[in-house]
């Protein structure tokens, strides 16, 4: 400053009654990193730095004897008044303020670190600094990362954490909430079938429906890839209504398709809904038990087929400790031995003659009886526990094959089933051949058959787990045919030798319609140069028409059911050495 400027600007001050600000601490000033202001303690400026001046474009000898807090935003300015005041008290040290300013040329609305420091005593000051420091870029900042903490990225929507918050506020404040979780079925198939740019759309979009639906006195969350949730807060009884048709109005919004990439595409989801009302209990456990019932609802609906929406009740409760009790009693028949395998022949349509077996697991539990594999085999898939159980019937099975060819006098392949948790095995190539080696079977009569919607479930990994089987010299199957999503679509991206036509087309073979949709799977599978198996064949009548239809092998009760291994050897004896019609005792004899 020059000396003129500096002499009209301490008469000014003088005439305002306010002390002037020496020539040194200006220079000091003037070298400052912080906007520096110096004020009365009622605010009035008396100085301004030219850093000052240069952040907000002011004039800063303009603005001597102006009040300083006309910048700072309304909503601040009394608190950072109070904090002046404090700093002002008799033996106060500085007082930080964290407030907003306003641009008055432009309106933005920017954040400011403000230390207020008494320095009346300081001759060469005589007022109170301000040393500011614009923190709205660290604040924004700080408020992105708090917003990802607590949001999902792809949606937008508040995430598990968040969602537990909103509980816990809602909780405190004495509300009864009510919870609906989703689960979206098929948007596995749809990253498969077009990428994962277009699950992501279709994730977004599903979002977008369920606000919509939802309403905006609901949360909305994305827990994890293909989970939703929507929780809802009030009144017990306004809770109760509106949770009693939210899930199916969510699963009816979810199941309207949707044009992604130029192409229609098709999800659904299962919705399991549940209500927690004020209690005693701690608030952790009511989050606990609430997810808990929801969580157990959305499984019965998807047990059910899915595109459903199912409410929680003591009833499923039951069910589900009547399954962990089944789970527990499951590891122990695997200890004692309770578990054996049998054997169900597969029969060449054309020749007559059985080609094969399926083995099969049974339970003979010591209280319960026999446990149906429709039971417990979705009760150990829901564990490691169907990796044991896999294990044992691919040994099992091996063992037998010996016993089986030496019987049929000639080659006889044996089927095991693998479960989606053995296909996503990594070491599941290495177990197989370990177990042909040790029981010195020849890869090609073993067949491992998939389901369809377990190779479906993970396309990608499906596939190559299944070449590296058949680089093994091993024999595969595709399971349950016709019961996933988009069958045709997959048979030529799944490494499989066989095609196993699921029962449900055989139930209406004797109509001329049904006679042609067999048909037509039969020619395509031939033309991919695929063995068919017709399964759940019950009837000579239905034999025939299978047969007719052009498919190569059956299986069913019309020829046998299940067999205990020395009856399945005796068979393949019997049948070696009489050729002909199937004898009817396998018929009638049940394992």
């Not at 800063?60 to 950072?80: I, Y």
């Not at 446990?371 to 150990?380: G, I, K, Q, T």
Request: proline share 3%.
């Amino acid at each position: 400053m020059n000396r003129r400027r500096r002499e009209q600007l301490g008469e000014r001050l003088r005439r305002l009654g306010l002390p002037v600000v020496s020539p040194s601490y200006e220079a000091l000033a003037r070298q400052a990193a912080d906007e520096v202001l110096v004020t009365d303690t009622d605010g009035t400026v008396r100085f301004l730095s030219p850093s000052f001046s240069r952040r907000w474009n002011l004039d800063r000898w303009g603005l001597v004897g102006r009040d300083a807090f006309e910048w700072v935003h309304p909503d601040d300015r009394d608190s950072a008044r109070e904090l002046l005041r404090q700093a002002c008290l008799p033996g106060a040290g500085p007082v930080d303020s964290q407030h907003r300013y306003l641009v008055r040329a432009t309106g933005e609305v920017r954040w400011c670190r403000v230390r207020f420091s008494d320095a009346r005593h300081e001759r060469s000051v005589r007022g109170v600094i301000w040393n500011c420091v614009d923190t709205t870029d660290e604040k924004r900042a700080l408020e992105a990362l708090h917003f990802a903490a607590g949001h999902d990225g792809l949606t937008g929507l508040p995430n598990r954490r968040s969602l537990f918050e909103s509980f816990a506020a809602a909780a405190d404040a004495g509300a009864t909430c009510g919870l609906v979780l989703l689960g979206l079925d098929g948007l596995k198939a749809v990253n498969d079938r077009l990428g994962h740019s277009a699950g992501d759309e279709v994730v977004r979009r599903t979002a977008e429906r369920l606000l919509q639906v939802a309403g905006a006195g609901a949360v909305v969350a994305r827990l994890d890839g293909d989970e939703f949730a929507v929780l809802v807060t009030g009144g017990e009884r306004e809770v109760g209504q509106a949770v009693a048709t939210l899930g199916d109005r969510c699963v009816r919004a979810v199941r309207e398709p949707l044009a992604v990439g130029g192409r229609t595409v098709g999800v659904t989801a299962g919705a399991g809904t549940a209500l927690a009302v004020p209690d005693t209990d701690a608030l952790q456990d009511r989050v606990r038990q609430l997810f808990q019932h929801a969580d157990i609802a959305l499984v019965a609906a998807k047990a059910g087929g899915g595109d459903r929406a199912v409410p929680f009740s003591r009833g499923l409760l039951d069910a589900r400790h009547e399954r962990a009790e089944l789970a527990a009693d499951l590891r122990t028949a695997l200890a004692q031995r309770q578990l054996h395998v049998v054997y169900q022949p597969l029969v060449d349509l054309a020749a007559g003659s059985t080609v094969g077996v399926e083995a099969l697991v049974r339970w003979e539990h010591p209280r319960r009886g026999a446990v149906s594999p429709a039971v417990f085999v979705p009760v150990a898939e829901e564990s490691d526990t169907i990796l044991d159980i896999g294990g044992f019937v691919l040994d099992q099975a091996l063992g037998a094959v010996s016993g089986f060819r030496a019987a049929a006098g000639g080659d006889v392949l044996v089927s095991v089933n693998l479960s989606g948790h053995q296909l996503l095995q990594p070491d599941l190539t290495v177990l197989v051949a370990d177990a042909l080696a040790r029981h010195r079977v020849d890869p090609a009569a073993l067949c491992l058959e998939v389901t369809e919607s377990a190779a479906v479930a993970d396309l990608s990994a499906a596939r190559e787990t299944l070449l590296r089987l058949r680089s093994l010299g091993v024999r595969t199957a595709l399971d349950d045919f016709g019961t996933g999503y988009s069958s045709l679509s997959y048979l030529r991206r799944l490494p499989v030798d066989k095609l196993k036509i699921d029962k449900s087309f055989l139930d209406d073979v004797a109509d001329g319609q049904g006679v042609a949709v067999l048909s037509g799977i039969a020619a395509l599978a031939s033309g991919l140069g695929l063995t068919t198996v017709a399964e759940g064949i019950e009837t000579d009548q239905v034999a025939r028409l299978v047969a007719r239809a052009g498919c190569t092998w059956g299986q069913g009760y019309h020829f046998a059911r299940p067999l205990a291994e020395e009856v399945a050897r005796e068979h393949f004896a019997r049948r070696a050495g009489r050729g002909g019609p199937q004898n009817p005792l396998w018929r009638s004899t049940t394992a």
